[in-house]
């Protein structure tokens, strides 16, 4: 599936529009970016979402995260997707979360925590490819080494921090299940000079039902 990253509600109603965006990822950095204070924004994100709507937890201890959770999961309702961050505090309230709400877990560096988010119940294990290429050398390698590791597991892989239609498309191949993007990339996957050039081409010399 391929998800609107985004928290602005004109950019969420246009990438619903056309027709094949599944859902919609957030993140703090994000949600700061919205005009909206993070609760309304969710609350109309989930009136426009057409499917899974991601939350990212802010804090920091496992009460408080545990609890924003619940808050979470009262103003999205059941199309909640948790993104709890890949820390030792994050696979505990994984585990303790995955059973009541999807979780998935965020910011992975290593298989190794794919691995973790799997045993504790997360539904995704989200990569940031570009990211990982600029701090780790190979961002694709990490997403292969992550489907190595989950390929007889129920957690898919979400991939984020895309930068490109090429990069999306090689993230694909390299086994991510799912792609979350900017608006910008979302456009840029649909186009292709050649695919504009052949079109024109048809259009200039052929005739259909509608050419009268």
Not at 31 to 51: F, M, N, R, T
Request: charged residues 15%; contains cysteine; hydrophobic residues 45%.
């Amino acid at each position: 599936m391929i998800y609107l990253d985004s928290a602005i509600l004109e950019e969420a109603q246009a990438a619903v529009a056309m027709g094949w965006v599944k859902g919609i990822t957030t993140n703090p950095t994000l949600l700061q970016k919205s005009p909206l204070p993070p609760k309304e924004c969710l609350q109309q994100l989930s009136a426009i979402c057409p499917g899974e709507l991601y939350y990212q937890l802010c804090a920091n201890d496992f009460d408080s995260m545990i609890q924003e959770g619940y808050q979470a999961a009262e103003i999205v309702g059941d199309r909640l997707v948790l993104k709890i961050p890949a820390t030792e505090m994050g696979f505990r309230v994984t585990a303790r979360l995955a059973s009541e709400i999807a979780c998935s877990v965020t910011a992975i560096y290593s298989p190794a925590q794919a691995a973790i988010a799997s045993e504790a119940g997360a539904k995704y294990a989200i990569a940031y490819v570009n990211r990982a290429t600029r701090l780790l050398g190979d961002g694709l390698g990490l997403v292969q080494s992550m489907a190595n590791v989950l390929k007889n597991s129920k957690t898919e892989i979400l991939a984020a921090s895309i930068k490109s239609s090429q990069e999306a498309a090689a993230t694909l191949q390299a086994g991510a299940h799912h792609l979350t993007v900017p608006m910008n990339i979302l456009q840029a996957m649909t186009t292709h000079e050649l695919s504009t050039k052949t079109i024109a081409e048809f259009a200039d010399r052929g005739r259909g039902i509608s050419m009268t």
